[in-house]
């Protein structure tokens, strides 16, 4: 039983109710502050874990580090701050939650976007009003995702996992793009629907996985993996790994993603990129790799495969968006597919690359999305041909920061996006024995030219939009350039990922899988 | 005699049953033709009865049952065929539509009805 | 008030880096060891720093030129100076990085970040649309080159089992990992030095601050090419096949990037194709495998250096006091030496940098390209291909240098004695321009922040030849300098004729530019296109197709419920039928 | 010598409601000129009382097994007509709660409209002792008369109003109804034929050991008697009668058709299909399996653009029903019981909400709930809850573990392709409910829905609210309402 981690599920969930009982014109005023000061508490929470978790049981030393780390198998859990209640005997369902390295620096990810987004609400709201709602939704979502990353009960993913949908269709419908209200309620629904269908088909796998092994604890399946790569084990693995994909997206599943994000609130694309997504990739590493190793083995040609044609494709299709909220989400498409690559070669180096570029793809695209919010903000448009160009010249704070983001989405040495994607194609270049090395080496080739064209739609993007000839675009006469809200809310993001870039082991120690 | 005419006959009279009920307009010729199709089941259920000899004659209790239950259902029938008749001034059960689905459902503005796949994917996004 | 403090910062940097060559120097080689982290049982890497010679040199060059950029970019540089004089810092501490690094991956960082410097001090004047695509080029081009270099690391990491480069060459390695492992890592180095097949991205690189030109070019990122071959030299000389594509790379590039200097209309143009030709001279060196040719090449990197950032610093006074560094305009100023008499420091400095370049005898670079030379002589000797075939290019390069720096200094300087309109003559010289005469008199030399570091430049473009110990090969010196002779008359006859024949596969510098337009850039667009097409009409085609078919499924089941009762049960009969027919298929 | 011998406790409960029922119309007929609002309570009180007296007997025995009118077999247990036993109890819950929740529903509401109080609760407790009956029996007579017993009085619920809108809803249901009656009757015949019984059990024993020839008779025989119930739980093909009956009909006697009839006839079918003509591995599971799918499918498509509130739960239970029918098709009791409690409690939640807006707004369009979560927030947030039921999401965690009981009875049954069918059907359903629960949130609307919602009105809707709250914690209660 673990206090802090039931506490780190429940708080947001709780305030959220709270917030909804409140009477709306009271709870509007304090629901950004209500909501900032608990999802800073669930940060703080969740860094305390993370210390905790590192700090040895035999009394205070030293934290954990590279040489003490414990060696692990990819994705199993080896469980900390353990909860395991009797739920539901006749289904089979527990309530057993509990967390390691691999899931605490995603909590740990959800609470700061989280929090942030709250901060960013004390002064920036969408036109439409509702904060109330709004802060009590990313409360809510929250819940979901932290206990996503949590559940060692198959079915409680499940659950968690479907937790986040209706909140966050209610925030694209609710809180979207001002000016589509059709296309907005339509990227919503296409959003909810496609990625429930998704959840339906992986809870198929999950259930096969139950016949087959008789229970749906990832403790016990970690230990006792499905064996078999053919056959139900191996419909299983397609089944979950199907349904992931919607999340993720991989290719061609990610046809929701780009209205999505495009049709969202700021805060809205933050979380779906920053952390939604993250849900598919940590359900690959967790259930996948761990519970159905030889199926896995059997359609992680195809994972690498279809991540490969997504780094491609998503990257492509960058250059041909005028749409700069679209573009972002598009290339989370690309970025998500490195991390796909990454799972797939089932090897150590790719599995942490895909873990580490989870964060960083977090961090850095949440940043991203915070600066399109802010640019369309300004200008009541993303349309980047009536934005015009010259930010440079007109927002030279902002600007500078999305030439700062987009050099560490494209992956820069140094910064955060480098090691995740570095590790991916290290992982493809020398993937795990069973797997067809001669493949694995053509998807490395290709992602790696992934890697040139997503340098290049990010300097067409900085291109476009920062440079110019500023005569042409005159200054906007209210636009403020950097507030101080704003400066408050992305200073953690590009602190983190500068830290990060230049100290990777900050993680990777972490995560010493076999 | 034969299981076999009994037997024909019954399904002859059930038959004929179903065309009435699907063919005539008039609320009370379908009452009566479902009285049909529940004769051709005691038909049946009293001839399998003889057949098999059977010492409880479960066959012919059911009948009786059946010819109870086809009473109740003729009485409560009828009932409401008049309330029909009160309502509409006719007894035709073809011609009692007040309940069809009046405006053609939801209209089109509301798109998310519709919305279950349709994605403005790239609206002039490759301009 | 930034910008004053980042200008500090920036040249205090500069100078703890010098302090750092001088304290070092002498001194064992050495490393420290810095934690490092890994994934898995054998992937494991450091962030260890190592000293040696190589880093002490490399690093008093870093340290000098880059402190000569930041005071010389005091005064040449106001606008944004304060990002500006930032980045030239973190330029300056990537390449530091670079120099110090013992681990690879630690290497590429410093390696990368100097690609992004380079691409935003390249778009510092992001109003100009050439600054914006030659930066937005030069990044680009280095990033696919470094995807390679990544690549290369991967192989070679894992082969020899340690990212520590110090522990690289030692252990066993199949025969094929090595050569793929120095290809892959040439890839990066090509693309980073601007070599052919990559080398159009650095004469694109020009719109970019003079200073900035200065610091890429002499001291960071071309170099960084060579240091890292270099650094690596052990590798490097166990894969023979890697040395052999390097040299025929070193060689065409030579050829090829003297050939567009002699045709490039812009100072600065030439100096960057020079540059290219010189690195070229620097992997021929290197490319011979041996303990001369390497010291060589390390020799002329030092050298090229001096004179190259004062070449770029002398171009940048041009552009700063004239406000345009093309021959064109440059030209209307030079008459009656205006532009001579009017900037004699920066015309005499110019002199010496462009002496030392074209391997006039006692200059810096007359000494060591001869060292070049001589040590392919030797290997040729021992019966090498590789050894004449570098001979030979490095001699025909010094012909070509020696005629496109005479013709620059000529036509920069000196009024042409023939009237203009000759053969070739610059084609919007207007015959008109000698009536209305520029307006001179306001020409003048730069404040002594600009100045200061010429002549400590100039100092170092004539004296750096003595630096490594006097020590001539006579034969050699004889025939360099016969052909740099034979290089300078044409030129000076050119010129005298008031000519300058341009051919057009030369001005178009071998089509290489359009090649790629054509074979890259558009095909990208089309599969951008065909992406987004491909999303929207069939993978959204489908999603929509099935939205509109539960839309028509919907209305269809809608259309049966007429309200008619006796369709009801008709349906219902029906559908016993059909479940009975159905229970028949499967029972039978 | 007794023919039959019976445990009497096995009938308490249906005797008892339909004790209450003649009660119930006693009270009625002799209550004079008193207060009309008096007798209603009273009336209420009768007919909760009978059926919290079920209750009680439900939670005292539910561990125990007590046959009915039994006789002995030769080499065989005895056959019996009525058996209580686990099975019965959770199917006995779910029919006792809803007609508890329908009795809820009726407290208010009713007074304004020209329905018979009496009659109406003489009606609903007659139903659901057939109901009981219906789930308890095991031999065919005994399931005939049963669900004639739920049916007839419903078709008289329906025109209780006595206007036009009600005699048609009546006739249509009527019609279809006994055209299914006498379908099933056919197929009884022949099953009586061919087995020579009707007790369920000697029917299932006879079945497998039959001649060859005669196998096909058993096999069409059989698949009347589940078409006739197909009719009863409106199955797609034999649906065409519910969306408009639940339109024409009171939305109190809608929601008892929607709760009361519908378990009965699910409960009859389960029945049916576990303990008599379709063992485990009978072709007839497949049929079963292929009604669920077009149902399921065919409901939610439908209901995908209705634009009323209640032909979208009409269409909407349609949808439902086919979610019923898989883990029936598979025979898992538990799966089917728990799935009818949670359904049941959140649709009596959603038709008590749909109530009290359409007694203001008769239209019932879906467009009249716009920005009640502004106007209305408490009735709103409800409604939004038991609809998130219905579609199976967070925080409808009762409907998202039945649903989720039920796939795993399809997939522990090696039935992909139906599990693959109901996954699709999940995204369609939410498609549906998702459009009203955007209309809800919707705002500005520009004349919400606001009135002062009446006390009882309020104190049934928390009820269910509570009710679907507390199953939705705890989604185990549901799954051991059959121990």
Redesign the interface.
Known sequence: MSTLLIALLAVPALTAMVLWVLPVSFADRVAAVVGSVISGLVLVGSVWLWIDYLRPADGPGTLVGFETAPRTLPGKLYPFAETDLEWIPPLDVRFHIAVDSISIPLIMLTALLVFLCCLYSLRITPRIGRTRSLIALLLVIETGVIGTFSAVDLVLFFLFFEVVLIPMWLVIDIWGDEHDAAGRRRAATTFVLMTVLGSAVMLLGFLLIHRQAGTFDLEVLGNNPVAGGRGVPLAAAILVALGLAVKMPLWPLHIWLPDAHAKAPTVGSVLLAGLLLKLGSYGLIRILLPVLPEATTTIAPYLGGFSTVAIIAGSLACFAQTDVKRLIAYSSVGHMGFIGLGIATMSPEGLSGALFANIAHGLITGLLFFLAGAIKDRHDTSDLRTIGRALNARLPRISGLLVFASLASLGLPGLAGFWGEMLALLGAYRPADSLPRTTFLVFMVIAGLGTVLTAAYFLRLIRNLCQGDPAEYPTTAFAVDLSRIELLTWTPLVALTVVLGLAPWLLLDYWNFV | MPLVLPLLLAVLLFCLGVYGVLARRNAITMLMSFELMLNAVNLNLVAFDAWRLDGLATGQTLAVFVITLAAAEIGLGLAIVLLLFRGHGHVDADAARDLVEQDGGIPAADGAGTAAGRTAVEKGAAS | MIATTWRVVGVGFSLLVILAAILLSGVEPQQTSFPGTGVGPDVFWTFDLRTDDLTVLLLAVVGVVSACVQVYSIGYLHERAASYTALVTLFTAAMVTVVVADSLFLLLIGWEVMGVCSYLLIGHYWERRDARSGAMKAFLMTRFADVGFLFGIFVLGIGYNTFRISELGSGPISPGALTAGTVLLLVGVVGKSAQVPLQTWLPDAMPGPSPVSALIHAATMVAAGVFLIARLYDVFVEAEATLTVLAVVACVTMLVSALCAMAAVEVKRVLAWSTVSQLAIMFAGLSLGTEDGRHAALFHLVTHASFKALLFLCAGVLLHQVGSAAFVVLRRYTRRGALRRAMPVTFVTMTIGLGALAGVPGLAGFFSKDSVVEAAWHHARDGSTIGWVVLVSVCLTAALTAFYCVRLWLWTFFRTPALAGALGAFEDDDPMADVDEPDTSKLREPSWLMLGPLVLLAIGAAGLGYADGVHVHWGVALVTTVLAVFGALPAYSLWQRGADPRPVVLEHEFGLDAAYQGAVVVPVRWFAKLAVLGDRDVIGGYVRATGRAGTLASQGFRLLQTGNVQTYLTAAVIGVVALAVLAGVIAS | MTITWTDWQAIAVPLVLALGAVAALLVDGFWGAGSRQLKHLCVTLVTAGAILFGFAFLVTQRNSVRPGFCRAAVEAPAECSIVFEPLTVGLWAVLLIGGLGVVGLSTYGLLDREIPVGEYHFLLLSALTGATVLAGARD??TI??AL?VVS?PS??MV?LR???????????A???S??????M??G???L??VT???YLQTIATQLPGIDPDL??VA??AG??VI?GFG?KIAA???H??L???Y??APVEVTAFLAVVSKSAGVAGLLVLVTFGVAPSGS??R??VA??AAVTMT?GN????????AV?LLAWSSIGQVGFLLAPLAVGDA?AVV?YLAAYVVVTLGAFGAVAVVQRHRPAG??TDYRGMI?SEPGLA?ALIFFL?VLAG???G?AG??TK??A??SV??ADL?WL??I???N???G??VY??W??EL?R?PAEAPFSVDIETPAVTVISAYTAAAIVVSVL??TL??LIT
């Open positions: 065919l007579a005939v008369i004639e007839l078709f008289a025109a006595r206007d036009r809108r009600g005699s048609e809803a009546a006739l249509k009527f019609l279809v006994v055209l299914s009656t006498a379908v009757l056919f009884i015949s022949y009586y034929g020579g019984s009707l196998r096909r096999f069409a698949l009347f078409v009719f797609v093909p034999f065409g009668w969306p408009d009956t339109a024409g072709e007839l497949t049929v292929i009604l065919v498509l439908a209901a995908l653009r209705q634009g009323e032909r538990q728990g369009l879906l502004r947030a998130v999401l967070p925080p965690l998202l573990f989720f009981a796939f795993q997939i522990d992909l599990a693959v109901m996954a699709v999940v995204m369609i939410l498609a998702l459009r629960i955007a949130f705002l989604p185990s799954f051991t």
